[in-house]
T-cell receptor, first 111, second 107 residues
Framework: EPEVTQTPSHQVTQMGQEVILRCVPI?????FYWYRQILGQKVEFLVS????????KSEIFDDQFSVERPDGSNFTLKIRSTKLEDSAMYFC?????????FGQGTRLTVV | DAKTTQPNSMESNEEEPVHLPCNHS???????IHWYRQLPSQGPEYVIH???SNVNNRMASLAIAEDRKSSTLILHRATLRDAAVYYC????????FGAGTTVTVRA
């Protein structure tokens, strides 16, 4: 069964450093998403991506965040200068419409 | 999602049905109702969705009230593997998750 793959599973970074979280969505999907979940809190929408551009973003997705689909298969989330409060589980998802498939997540720890 | 209301938690015994309610009184006529669940240490997982009619799939059933102000997710025979947080949400080209209902299944 096709699945969304995220790498790495865990990333530790120093405050102020740039991180890139990588995702391989399911191949025939057209919609791509990033969500995050701070420990013990709800899953929060960050951004949606369709037709090679951002279709919607939340207030969390400020200038420190960017997304890219560099080669037609990968979908990346970049955080330019990480803060302690960026520590969270980041989930990538892809879908064709109503059903979204989520990856297993990348746990980002900012120290 | 601020537009859906779910109980914080529910408990069930293994092999018994679980009925998870959700109120969505402000939902529009074209919004689909979606249910996802999140098993411990995993990403959310699609369960079922519907618009007006009741829906069934291999995982669950979704009963939608005639006025669409509420719905109920039905797990017909709960197993220990169904212990998860269940989210009721609407689809507007993205999913917006609330706190969900934490389901505990007793052996």
């Amino acid at each position: 069964e096709p699945e969304v793959t995220q790498t790495p599973s865990h990333q530790v970074t120093q405050m102020g450093q740039e991180v890139i979280l990588r995702c391989v969505p399911i191949s025939n999907h057209l919609y791509f998403y990033w969500y995050r979940q701070i420990l013990g809190q709800k899953v929060e929408f960050l951004v949606s991506f369709y037709n090679n551009e951002i279709s919607e973003k939340s207030e969390i997705f400020d200038d420190q965040f960017s997304v890219e689909r560099p080669d037609g298969s990968n979908f990346t989330l970049k955080i330019r200068s990480t803060k302690l409060e960026d520590s969270a589980m980041y989930f990538c998802a892809s879908g064709q419409g109503h059903e979204a498939f989520f990856g297993q997540g990348t746990r980002l720890t900012v120290v | 999602d601020a537009k859906t209301t779910q109980p914080n938690s529910m408990e069930s015994n293994e092999e018994e049905p679980v009925h998870l309610p959700c109120n969505h009184s402000t939902i529009s006529g074209t919004d689909y109702i979606h249910w996802y669940r999140q098993l411990p240490s995993q990403g959310p997982e699609y369960v079922i969705h519907g618009l007006t009619s009741n829906v069934n799939n291999r995982m669950a059933s979704l009963a939608i009230a005639e006025d669409r102000k509420s719905s109920t997710l039905i797990l017909h025979r709960a197993t220990l593997r169904d212990a998860a947080v269940y989210y009721c949400t609407r689809w507007d080209y993205k999913l917006s998750f609330g706190a969900g209902t934490t389901v505990t299944v007793r052996a």
